[in-house]
Protein backbone atom coordinates (compact mmCIF):
# COMPACT_ATOMS: atom_id res chain seq x y z
CA UNK A 1 0.00 0.00 0.00
CA UNK A 2 2.78 2.21 0.36
CA UNK A 3 4.04 2.34 -2.99
CA UNK A 4 0.70 3.31 -4.24
CA UNK A 5 0.94 7.02 -3.06
CA UNK A 6 1.24 9.36 -6.60
CA UNK A 7 1.73 12.32 -4.97
CA UNK A 8 4.93 13.28 -4.75
CA UNK A 9 5.74 11.30 -7.88
CA UNK A 10 7.43 12.73 -10.90
CA UNK A 11 6.56 10.59 -14.28
CA UNK A 12 8.99 12.09 -17.36
CA UNK A 13 6.62 12.79 -20.53
CA UNK A 14 5.92 14.95 -23.36
CA UNK A 15 2.18 14.90 -23.52
CA UNK A 16 -0.17 18.33 -23.02
CA UNK A 17 0.26 18.54 -19.52
CA UNK A 18 3.42 18.16 -19.25
CA UNK A 19 4.32 21.22 -21.65
CA UNK A 20 1.69 23.29 -19.65
CA UNK A 21 3.46 25.98 -17.48
CA UNK A 22 3.81 24.94 -14.09
CA UNK A 23 2.37 28.37 -12.66
CA UNK A 24 -0.69 27.59 -14.93
CA UNK A 25 -1.16 24.11 -13.64
CA UNK A 26 -0.86 25.30 -10.00
CA UNK A 27 -4.00 27.94 -10.73
CA UNK A 28 -5.86 25.44 -12.55
CA UNK A 29 -5.80 22.88 -10.24
CA UNK A 30 -6.81 25.69 -7.72
CA UNK A 31 -9.67 26.49 -9.39
CA UNK A 32 -10.60 22.47 -9.96
CA UNK A 33 -10.41 22.11 -6.40
CA UNK A 34 -12.98 25.55 -5.46
CA UNK A 35 -15.00 23.74 -8.18
CA UNK A 36 -14.86 20.21 -6.24
CA UNK A 37 -15.89 21.85 -3.60
CA UNK A 38 -18.64 24.17 -5.07
CA UNK A 39 -20.89 21.03 -7.01
CA UNK A 40 -23.93 20.75 -5.85
CA UNK A 41 -25.47 18.18 -8.17
CA UNK A 42 -25.90 14.98 -9.97
CA UNK A 43 -24.82 16.79 -13.53
CA UNK A 44 -21.95 18.56 -11.63
CA UNK A 45 -20.26 15.72 -10.65
CA UNK A 46 -20.66 13.88 -13.76
CA UNK A 47 -18.99 17.06 -15.70
CA UNK A 48 -16.18 16.88 -13.48
CA UNK A 49 -16.31 13.37 -13.83
CA UNK A 50 -15.55 13.80 -17.71
CA UNK A 51 -13.70 17.44 -17.36
CA UNK A 52 -10.92 14.80 -15.36
CA UNK A 53 -11.00 11.84 -17.32
CA UNK A 54 -10.00 14.17 -20.06
CA UNK A 55 -7.09 15.29 -18.41
CA UNK A 56 -6.16 12.03 -17.56
CA UNK A 57 -6.73 10.75 -21.12
CA UNK A 58 -4.59 14.01 -22.15
CA UNK A 59 -1.63 13.12 -19.76
CA UNK A 60 -1.30 9.98 -21.61
CA UNK A 61 -0.20 7.89 -18.19
CA UNK A 62 -1.78 4.90 -16.99
CA UNK A 63 -4.90 4.53 -15.74
CA UNK A 64 -4.13 1.71 -13.46
CA UNK A 65 -1.79 3.99 -11.82
CA UNK A 66 -3.95 6.58 -10.76
CA UNK A 67 -6.56 3.58 -9.24
CA UNK A 68 -3.55 1.87 -7.59
CA UNK A 69 -3.11 5.41 -6.08
CA UNK A 70 -6.38 5.46 -4.59
CA UNK A 71 -5.38 2.89 -2.31
CA UNK A 72 -3.96 4.46 0.66
CA UNK A 73 -7.37 6.20 0.90
CA UNK A 74 -9.91 3.41 0.71
CA UNK A 75 -10.99 3.11 4.57
CA UNK A 76 -11.03 6.98 4.48
CA UNK A 77 -13.92 6.41 1.56
CA UNK A 78 -15.54 3.76 3.03
CA UNK A 79 -15.97 5.63 6.59
CA UNK A 80 -16.77 8.26 4.93
CA UNK A 81 -19.68 6.80 2.94
CA UNK A 82 -20.68 4.89 5.94
CA UNK A 83 -20.92 7.88 7.80
CA UNK A 84 -23.49 9.18 5.44
CA UNK A 85 -25.77 6.27 4.61
CA UNK A 86 -26.24 6.17 8.73
CA UNK A 87 -26.36 9.36 9.86
CA UNK A 88 -27.58 11.60 6.86
CA UNK A 89 -31.70 11.69 6.90
CA UNK A 90 -33.85 12.77 4.16
CA UNK A 91 -35.66 11.47 1.04
CA UNK A 92 -37.18 8.07 0.56
CA UNK A 93 -36.59 4.81 3.27
CA UNK A 94 -34.17 2.41 1.04
CA UNK A 95 -33.92 0.02 4.41
CA UNK A 96 -35.13 -0.13 7.90
CA UNK A 97 -32.70 -2.04 10.49
CA UNK A 98 -35.20 -1.17 13.39
CA UNK A 99 -34.08 1.94 14.93
CA UNK A 100 -31.85 2.28 12.45
CA UNK A 101 -32.21 3.20 8.63
CA UNK A 102 -30.54 4.37 5.80
CA UNK A 103 -32.63 6.94 3.35
CA UNK A 104 -31.94 8.08 0.17
CA UNK A 105 -30.36 11.38 0.79
CA UNK A 106 -27.31 9.45 3.11
CA UNK A 107 -27.08 7.50 -0.46
CA UNK A 108 -26.73 10.52 -2.39
CA UNK A 109 -24.35 12.57 -0.13
CA UNK A 110 -22.39 9.81 0.52
CA UNK A 111 -21.54 8.70 -3.23
CA UNK A 112 -20.79 12.32 -3.80
CA UNK A 113 -18.48 12.82 -0.99
CA UNK A 114 -16.59 9.92 -1.90
CA UNK A 115 -16.15 10.91 -5.59
CA UNK A 116 -15.43 14.37 -3.75
CA UNK A 117 -12.20 12.49 -2.38
CA UNK A 118 -11.12 10.59 -5.39
CA UNK A 119 -11.61 14.05 -7.83
CA UNK A 120 -9.38 15.83 -4.98
CA UNK A 121 -5.92 13.15 -5.23
CA UNK A 122 -6.47 12.50 -8.56
CA UNK A 123 -6.18 16.14 -9.84
CA UNK A 124 -4.03 16.79 -7.20
CA UNK A 125 -1.65 13.46 -8.26
CA UNK A 126 -1.65 15.11 -12.17
CA UNK A 127 -0.11 18.24 -11.20
CA UNK A 128 2.95 16.27 -9.48
CA UNK A 129 3.29 13.64 -11.96
CA UNK A 130 3.10 16.03 -14.92
CA UNK A 131 5.70 18.64 -13.07
CA UNK A 132 9.38 18.30 -12.14
CA UNK A 133 10.14 18.78 -8.21
CA UNK A 134 12.38 21.74 -10.32
CA UNK A 135 9.49 23.57 -11.69
CA UNK A 136 7.40 23.08 -8.90
CA UNK A 137 9.77 24.96 -7.23
CA UNK A 138 9.78 27.50 -9.50
CA UNK A 139 6.30 28.00 -9.86
CA UNK A 140 5.88 28.44 -6.27
CA UNK A 141 8.28 30.66 -5.71
CA UNK A 142 7.07 33.13 -8.66
CA UNK A 143 3.17 32.76 -7.39
CA UNK A 144 4.67 34.07 -3.95
CA UNK A 145 6.97 36.66 -4.74
CA UNK A 146 4.27 39.07 -4.80
CA UNK A 147 4.38 38.78 -1.00
CA UNK A 148 7.78 39.35 -0.52
CA UNK A 149 6.76 43.02 -0.16
CA UNK A 150 5.21 42.16 2.79
CA UNK A 151 8.62 40.37 4.09
CA UNK A 152 7.34 36.52 3.43
CA UNK A 153 10.45 34.20 2.21
CA UNK A 154 8.64 33.54 -0.92
CA UNK A 155 11.97 31.28 -2.09
CA UNK A 156 12.15 29.24 1.17
CA UNK A 157 8.59 28.89 1.43
CA UNK A 158 8.66 27.41 -2.05
CA UNK A 159 11.92 25.28 -1.37
CA UNK A 160 10.49 24.00 1.96
CA UNK A 161 7.36 22.95 0.47
CA UNK A 162 8.91 21.35 -2.84
CA UNK A 163 11.37 19.19 -0.70
CA UNK A 164 8.65 18.11 1.74
CA UNK A 165 6.49 16.98 -1.74
CA UNK A 166 9.81 15.39 -2.98
CA UNK A 167 10.31 13.17 0.04
CA UNK A 168 6.80 11.89 0.14
CA UNK A 169 7.64 8.68 -1.91
CA UNK A 170 11.01 8.64 -0.67
CA UNK A 171 10.13 7.81 2.38
CA UNK A 172 7.78 5.47 1.71
CA UNK A 173 10.05 3.47 0.36
CA UNK A 174 12.24 3.66 3.12
CA UNK A 175 9.02 2.83 5.07
CA UNK A 176 8.50 -0.28 3.01
CA UNK A 177 11.87 -1.37 3.39
CA UNK A 178 12.17 -1.03 7.12
CA UNK A 179 8.35 -3.27 6.93
CA UNK A 180 9.90 -6.01 5.21
CA UNK A 181 13.17 -6.40 7.08
CA UNK A 182 10.78 -6.28 10.75
CA UNK A 183 9.20 -9.22 8.82
CA UNK A 184 12.17 -11.05 8.09
CA UNK A 185 12.86 -11.03 11.86
CA UNK A 186 9.03 -12.14 12.67
CA UNK A 187 7.15 -9.08 12.66
CA UNK A 188 3.25 -9.71 11.80
CA UNK A 189 1.81 -6.23 10.10
CA UNK A 190 -0.92 -8.18 7.63
CA UNK A 191 -2.97 -10.12 10.23
CA UNK A 192 -5.89 -9.00 12.84
CA UNK A 193 -8.16 -5.65 13.04
CA UNK A 194 -7.55 -2.36 11.63
CA UNK A 195 -6.36 -1.39 15.12
CA UNK A 196 -4.15 -4.24 15.97
CA UNK A 197 -2.29 -3.59 12.51
CA UNK A 198 -1.81 0.03 13.27
CA UNK A 199 -0.70 -0.85 16.78
CA UNK A 200 2.00 -2.77 14.57
CA UNK A 201 3.24 0.27 12.49
CA UNK A 202 3.86 2.20 16.09
CA UNK A 203 7.72 -0.21 15.82
CA UNK A 204 7.77 1.26 12.60
CA UNK A 205 7.69 4.86 13.25
CA UNK A 206 11.38 5.08 14.98
CA UNK A 207 13.62 3.67 12.66
CA UNK A 208 11.68 6.03 9.84
CA UNK A 209 12.06 9.25 12.12
CA UNK A 210 15.84 8.23 12.42
CA UNK A 211 15.98 7.70 8.63
CA UNK A 212 14.58 11.37 8.27
CA UNK A 213 16.92 13.03 9.85
CA UNK A 214 19.73 11.57 8.96
CA UNK A 215 18.44 12.61 4.90
CA UNK A 216 17.78 15.94 5.86
CA UNK A 217 20.87 16.44 7.47
CA UNK A 218 22.68 14.77 4.44
CA UNK A 219 20.59 17.40 1.80
CA UNK A 220 21.60 20.20 4.15
CA UNK A 221 25.30 19.37 3.77
CA UNK A 222 24.27 18.70 0.23
CA UNK A 223 23.31 22.01 -0.01
CA UNK A 224 25.64 23.64 2.12
CA UNK A 225 28.57 22.13 -0.16
CA UNK A 226 26.96 23.21 -3.27
CA UNK A 227 26.74 27.17 -1.38
CA UNK A 228 23.56 27.44 -1.40
CA UNK A 229 22.05 30.61 0.17
CA UNK A 230 18.36 31.11 -0.84
CA UNK A 231 17.03 32.65 -3.34
CA UNK A 232 18.48 35.92 -3.27
CA UNK A 233 20.50 36.88 -6.80
CA UNK A 234 19.87 33.58 -8.22
CA UNK A 235 19.00 32.82 -11.84
CA UNK A 236 17.07 29.87 -13.46
CA UNK A 237 18.84 27.67 -16.29
CA UNK A 238 15.11 27.16 -18.26
CA UNK A 239 13.15 31.12 -17.62
CA UNK A 240 9.13 30.88 -17.42
CA UNK A 241 7.25 31.34 -19.94
CA UNK A 242 2.79 31.83 -19.97
CA UNK A 243 1.81 30.93 -23.66
CA UNK A 244 -1.56 31.44 -24.91
CA UNK A 245 -2.03 27.83 -24.06
CA UNK A 246 -0.98 27.79 -20.41
CA UNK A 247 -3.93 30.75 -20.59
CA UNK A 248 -6.63 28.64 -22.37
CA UNK A 249 -6.10 25.92 -19.71
CA UNK A 250 -6.48 28.47 -17.15
CA UNK A 251 -9.80 29.52 -18.29
CA UNK A 252 -11.30 26.17 -19.02
CA UNK A 253 -10.39 25.28 -15.24
CA UNK A 254 -12.02 29.00 -14.34
CA UNK A 255 -15.38 28.14 -16.34
CA UNK A 256 -15.98 25.21 -14.03
CA UNK A 257 -16.88 27.33 -10.91
CA UNK A 258 -19.66 29.45 -12.66
CA UNK A 259 -20.79 25.76 -14.51
CA UNK A 260 -20.71 24.46 -11.18
CA UNK A 261 -23.21 27.11 -9.47
CA UNK A 262 -25.26 26.88 -12.58
CA UNK A 263 -26.40 23.07 -12.36
CA UNK A 264 -26.49 23.39 -8.81
Not at 5 to 27: E, V, Y
Not at 70 to 89: A, S
Not at 242 to 261: E, Q, R, W
Amino acid sequence: MLKSITIGQFIPGDSLLHRLDARAKFIALLLVIIAVFVVRSFWGYLLLAVFISALLYTAKLPLHYFLRGLRPVYYIMLFTLIIHLFFTKGGAVLLSLGAVTIEANGVYLGIFMVLRIIFLIVSTSLLTLTTSPIALTDALEDLMKPLGKIGVPAHEIAMMMTIALRFIPTLMEEAEKIMKAQMARGADFETGNVFRRAKSLVPLLVPLFVSSFRRADDLAVAMEARCYRGGQGRTRMRQLKITMLDIFAVGISAALIPLMLLLT
